[in-house]
């Protein structure tokens, strides 16, 4: 046997001892197939054809592949899969999966696995005591039941047009329709071929997608967090506007520099904004009146409340694998995590989206969600329906679930829509969101992130920004700050709302902007 399995695995190209650990976990005395290898080249079939009688108790056959055409960005939205795993084995097998079973890994794939898969045929033998096959006539074989047919909700003019607009910077789109929480695009980049998993060299292909250090197997709309800097203003705005503990009305005069203790931090612009009301610090995205505000009024308790009340430190339960939290710090969390007192620059940091708090975009999508549909938040989903594989027939469909609902007055609601919407008309975005397609209302965010200076850059906004909910998408962009920062995130916002209300693709947006400069841009790789 060992003799055998060194021959063949020298033409299949694997390690003997794997083949050997996979035989043996199915047991020696076993007569039923263990497979060894998959997407063995024809012609190494051939090879071992021509020479079988070396090979006693080997054997080969075909078996259906999944063949994803070229979906670009969507592959961590659909996702891949590959063998079942002992550790899988042992908790779906009274769900009728065995060893040679092939099962979604990640995204659509594994979490719809159930529907997709369908049901495994049968063919009945008589067999002796060892397992082997001593009769073949006068038995009836049960067939196979097709899977189900999944019609997801992205919208594919708009994945292409979000996909072109963020290009090749690592970072994520995502657009929602907030009346319904479905997606209708979803992008991180960088991206992966899935059909990678399914070529005789994958292992040597899968090691070296492993080893980049972009990460793409990483789904950076969901499984990324990072502090959402100063769109986190929204948050504080919302807090402000709810909990009355200052004037909006009232101006705090930023000179260009904050002091709390012994510490002093700078504005963004460093010779200051002068006397802002609330409004036009959202607008301005100025930093002192957010340190004034939270570290004065609001203090950490109630801020963290409100983090959460728009659904930060929760999961949103999108219907793809391994979606994380993120965090949102307060006294407890640092007190058990770090062994050390909260203090007024923890406040600080929070107050303008810095500090240990982080968020992912599809949190940010929430976020904006819930401002478009004053206090209703509905689960996120890629899932539209569920058909008859032969009919066509639709058997299921998916419809809104609500996630969350929110006590905030609709007066809250109504004028922070109004002073996001001066965040476009006079505020950091006004010189970026030039589409005349629509009027949309957001708020920028750039995040230092380390000791080096490094930037990532935000954008969460929806639009048309008077619009009833069902007529709005929510749009939020995201640029990692690994990126040659370029504040990016707004401009790709601008393209994507440009295509998706003037109904053009990304070269005509392009176009329509008078951005064609950008039509190859650089490579950050």
């Known amino acids: 046997r060992d003799d055998v399995i060194s021959r063949i695995c020298e033409l299949i190209n694997i390690d003997p001892e794997t083949a050997r650990e996979k035989v043996a976990s199915a047991g020696w005395s076993s007569y039923q197939p263990v497979e060894i290898r998959s997407g063995v080249p024809f012609i190494i079939i051939t090879r071992i054809s021509e020479r079988i009688e070396q090979f006693p108790g080997i054997t080969w056959n075909s078996k259906p592949l999944r ?3 070229d979906i670009g960005s969507m592959s961590h939205i659909i996702g891949y899969v590959g063998d079942i795993s002992a550790e899988e084995l042992q908790v779906l097998y009274n769900k009728g999966y065995d060893r040679n079973a092939t099962i979604g890994k990640s995204g659509i794939e594994k979490e719809y696995d159930m529907l997709l898969r369908g049901t495994n045929g049968l063919r009945y033998r008589t067999v002796d005591v060892q397992g082997r096959s001593v009769e073949t006539e006068g038995v009836s074989d049960v067939p196979p039941v097709n899977g189900q047919n999944l019609v997801l909700t992205i919208d594919k003019d708009i994945q292409e047009l979000a996909e072109e607009a963020l290009g090749p910077r690592m970072g994520a789109v995502v657009v929602l329709k907030p009346s319904t929480g479905e997606i209708l695009a979803e992008v991180s980049y960088p991206w992966y071929d899935p059909n990678v998993f399914y070529t005789f060299d994958s292992a040597t292909r899968l090691g070296e997608l492993s080893l980049d250090r972009r990460n793409p197997f990483l789904n950076r709309a969901i499984q990324s967090a990072a502090a959402p800097a100063s769109t986190f203003k929204v948050i504080m705005t919302a807090a402000l506007l709810e909990e009355e503990l200052f004037d909006p009305s009232q101006k705090v005069t930023c000179t260009g520099s904050f002091t709390l203790g012994n510490r002093t ?16 610090a959202l607008a ?3 930093n002192v009146y957010f340190w004034t505000i939270g570290t004065q009024y609001l203090k950490i308790d109630v801020i963290s409340k409100y983090a959460r009340i728009f659904g930060f430190d929760q999961k949103t339960g999108i219907d793809l694998p391994n979606e994380i939290r993120g965090l949102v710090p307060d006294p407890d969390w640092k007190q058990n995590t770090l062994n050390t007192p909260w203090v007024g620059g923890d406040t600080m940091n929070v107050s303008i989206g810095q500090g240990d708090l982080l968020v992912t975009p599809i949190q940010m999508a929430n976020m904006a969600a819930m401002i478009v549909n004053e206090g209703v938040v509905y689960k996120p989903h890629f899932i539209k329906e569920v058909r008859d594989p032969v009919s066509g027939m639709v058997s299921e469909t998916v419809e809104p679930e609500i996630l969350r609902t929110s006590e905030i007055s609709t007066k809250t609601f109504k004028t922070l829509k109004q002073n996001m919407r001066g965040v476009i008309t006079q505020g ?10 629509v009027d949309i209302a957001a708020k920028t965010g750039t995040g230092e992130v380390g000791k080096e200076s490094n930037f990532s850059s935000w954008f969460v906004s929806f639009g048309p920004w008077d619009a009833p909910p069902e007529d709005q998408v929510v749009v939020v962009t995201k640029v990692d700050s ?3 920062w370029e504040w990016w995130a707004p401009k790709a916002a601008n393209i994507i709302y440009q295509g998706i209300f003037a109904d053009e693709d990304y070269d005509q947006s392009l176009r329509s902007l008078n951005w064609m400069w950008m039509k190859n841009p650089p490579d950050w790789e």
């Open 428 to 437: 950091t975005a006004n010189v970026i969101i030039t589409t005349k397609a």
């Open 284 to 286: 301005e995205s100025c």
């Open 265 to 280: 931090s700078s504005c963004h612009k460093k010779t200051g904004h002068g006397p802002l009301d609330l409004a036009g």
């Open 482 to 484: 690994s990126n040659n």
């Open 67 to 69: 063949n994803y055409l």
